[in-house]
């Protein structure tokens, strides 16, 4: 069998999979602005985004681009060379993007490639020139490409972040958040504005590069001349017609004009995805692929066939690209990873205060610090007239017609994000200058949101870490990407046939495991937006509802997790006491987030059954502070068997098996009473019970026996207590929250 037609099969079975994972990292482009503002419902959103997608990739400009135009001199490498080369690239791909993926952070596909090309064809070049002279291997690599993309990443951020910022307070200034009277009178040249914005950039962005740029007009000239000579007419006329045609769709149909604009900027954004950006996957391949056809004619052998061949112009067949986009639809509807990194850019830039997904950092309080003191500073030159001109231009309502309800913010900053982001692409597009749709159109979304005041005091430091943190995974990429890639070539070349299938192999394990990872956190996402649902209808009903199955949920795992934690801890199970420390963490965490959401729940509450509110605090504080106390008993039993200590002695086993099970009849028992609202067996199973309090105070004194008869030691001591003490914890407030679901429940049904 020739080995090379089969790298060339690899290849092609990796570029399905680095569609997928592609797809998933770059919807963020596309979707975040039509999603966070809810334009449409989100199958309309998907539709639109599906057919630009399909529409993209017919465009194949740039299909060839990148194995082919100037990141290395593919005449300076035989044939079997660059199929190293390209087999490194895909591999590393599929696991860098799919790690970004993951953990939901967005970043650059082009500069991922672009990199993973560059480290793999200088490690080649290495093994080329042998070590004899390093400074030979800048004669393989075309590394001003290289410096050229990194300029256009840190000009891109900056500008794209600064413009956003800018276009967004101006257009807030003009537009206000008391939309209802503005709209009508600037809303159709607005949108005219928006999708004349839009349209030149799907001329100007999607058109080039083309197979339909070559089409002859009637006038002889090709469609990319008519379009590049007549671009300030078209505008014009564009503008005018997009006016027009707004107007009358509000005048006649009562259509939200900036519903239409928002849609048609996911359209091109998501066309010009798959035109310009995700193609570059399947370029790779169909490079191997002419390699492979090139050197077959040559009939000379591989390591001796020049590829000079890929420094021609290629077409690319239709049944290629439609291929592309069936898959990139295809991943675009199903794929949740895609979700999770649109998430990522949805809480950085909502408008509303609640749960924040990154902690804050000292650069960031500096920042803020920095901040407030230039704000004072110009707020105490400024006329006080003026300041509360200013401040009323921004100041928020509640019948804002421009938000949806639920909406993360409104179809003007959503617009605002897509007119800034096409324009900024399409002008760079035009200089001929390098940068990622990824980086502008999220800096964009961020500037904008600061623009706009989502970046308050409460939320500013964690936004502010955010958005810090994805910036700072975009340059990492280009460093991971070289590297994994240089690494990856160098085993290839070393081990042959026998290194690809070993490492195709190690990829599809790591992808499967991440995306096992993937699906357990996507559920506990998914478990999280259904009480968001619930919580939104703000109703006493609906609080009830959700503290019965959270109380039932808490008392189902406790007593799991005390058991569990003591079986692994006697038998010194560090595996079983880890995922226990796991549990206990993914609980308390969970109700954090619900801690976090009481401000936005009491305060929907409705006015007549708002005093039901402290209850539904009482609940929450209560459910807290137990999950605190499960991790306090969890984790210093991990330490101490991961740090090999002596376990503890046989009469210590004893007692703690004889209170798990106590506490597995306890809970028991409450869990029954919640589910069933029966509160009159409270008591009688508080009276009841009380005897492990006695228990536990028994326990304890047997432990201080055993410390005065130095039967134990001073580690033993202080870890036995300590389980003692978060046990009584447990049980205290197991207790008083099913008391305060009594009351809620009470209450509740008083006020109805």
Not at 361 to 370: A, D, E, M, N, T
Not at 388 to 394: K, Q, V
Not at 479 to 484: D, Q
């Amino acid at each position: 069998m020739d080995i090379y037609l089969f790298f060339v099969i690899v290849l092609f079975g990796l570029a399905i999979s680095d569609l997928i994972v592609g797809v998933s990292n770059d919807a963020v482009n596309f979707l975040v602005s039509a999603i966070g503002s809810k334009a449409a419902p989100f199958w309309i959103i998907m539709i639109v985004a599906s057919l630009g997608i399909v529409v993209g990739a017919t465009f194949s400009s740039g299909m060839m681009e990148v194995a082919r135009k100037g990141i290395f001199h593919p005449g300076m490498f035989y044939f079997h060379e660059i199929m190293i080369i390209f087999l490194a690239v895909m591999l590393t791909d599929i696991l860098l993007l799919d790690l970004f993926n993951t953990f939901g952070m967005p970043t650059s596909t082009t500069v991922s490639i672009v990199f993973e090309l560059l480290g793999a064809a200088v490690a080649i070049a290495f093994l080329k020139v042998k070590g004899d002279d390093v400074g030979a291997v800048g004669d393989y690599i075309n590394s001003g490409k290289a410096l050229a993309i990194i300029s256009g990443i840190l000009l891109s951020v900056v500008v794209a972040f600064s413009v956003g910022a800018l276009v967004q307070y101006i257009t807030r200034m003009l537009f206000s958040f008391k939309t209802d009277r503005t709209i009508k009178f600037y809303g159709a040249i607005w949108g005219g504005l928006g999708i004349t914005a839009i349209t030149y950039f799907m001329l100007i962005k999607g058109l080039k590069g083309s197979s339909y740029a070559s089409f002859e007009m009637s006038n002889g000239d090709t469609l990319h001349t008519y379009v590049k000579d007549n671009a300030k007419l078209i505008l014009l006329y564009s503008f005018i017609i997009w006016a027009i045609v707004l107007q009358l769709l509000n005048w006649l149909f009562k259509t939200n004009i900036l519903k239409v604009v928002v849609l048609a900027g996911t359209f091109a954004l998501a066309m010009a995805f798959a035109g310009n950006d995700l193609v570059n996957f399947i370029g790779v391949p169909l490079a191997g692929l002419k390699s492979h056809e090139a050197w077959m004619a040559s009939g000379l052998a591989a390591d001796q066939y020049s590829m000079g061949a890929l420094a021609e112009k290629v077409s690319t067949q239709t049944i290629y690209l439609l291929f592309a986009g069936a898959i990139m639809v295809g991943a675009l509807i199903f794929s949740k990873k895609s979700r999770s990194v649109t998430k990522t850019s949805l809480d950085l830039s909502r408008q509303d205060e609640g749960a924040e997904r990154f902690e804050s950092s000292g650069l960031s309080r500096s920042i803020v610090r920095i901040s407030m003191a230039m704000s004072n500073s110009f707020r105490s030159v400024v006329p006080n007239k003026m300041l509360a001109a200013l401040d009323s231009r921004f100041e928020q309502v509640q019948n804002d017609q421009s938000k949806v309800e639920g909406a993360e913010f409104d179809l003007i900053r959503a617009s605002v994000n897509l007119m800034v982001a096409s324009i900024l692409i399409s002008f760079a597009t035009s200089l001929k200058l390098p940068l990622s749709t990824t980086y502008v159109t999220f800096m964009v979304a961020m500037g904008t949101s600061l623009a706009d005041g989502a970046w308050g005091r409460e939320s500013a430091v964690y936004r502010i870490t955010g958005v810090m943190s994805v910036i700072g995974g975009w340059f990492l990429t280009a460093f991971v990407a070289f590297s994994a890639a240089f690494i990856m070539a160098l085993i290839i070349s070393w081990g042959g046939v026998y290194a690809v299938i070993g490492i195709l192999l190690m990829v599809i394990y790591l992808v499967y495991r991440s995306s096992v990872s993937h699906k357990k956190k996507a559920a506990i996402a998914e478990e999280d937006e259904t009480v968001d649902e619930i919580e939104k209808e703000s109703t006493v009903q609906a609080l009830m509802l959700k503290c019965n199955s959270g109380i039932s949920q808490i008392f189902t795992m406790a007593p799991s997790i005390i058991e569990h934690t003591f079986t692994g801890f006697i038998g010194e199970k560090r595996k079983e006491l880890k995922k226990q420390v796991n549990a206990a963490s993914e609980i308390n965490l969970k109700i954090k987030k619900q801690k976090d959401k009481l401000y936005k729940v009491i305060g929907k509450l409705q006015q007549d059954s708002a005093e039901t509110g402290h209850y539904y605090v009482q609940v929450t504080d209560y459910q807290r502070e137990l999950a605190r106390s499960l991790s306090f008993l969890t984790t210093p039993l991990f330490d101490h068997v991961d740090n090999n200590h002596k376990t503890i002695i046989g009469v210590q086993v004893q007692e703690l098996h004889e209170l798990a099970q106590a506490f597995k009849t306890f809970f028991a028992e409450l869990k029954s009473v919640v589910e069933k609202a029966d509160f009159e067996k409270l008591d009688e199973i508080i009276e009841n019970h009380l005897g492990m309090f006695n228990l536990i105070e028994k326990y304890r004194k047997n432990q201080v026996k055993r410390i005065k008869q130095q039967e134990v030691g001073t580690r033993n001591s202080m870890l036995y207590l300590n389980i003692l003490a978060e046990l009584r914890n447990v049980l205290l407030y197991s207790i008083n929250i099913v008391k305060a679901e009594r009351d809620f429940v009470k209450h509740s049904n008083t006020v109805e």
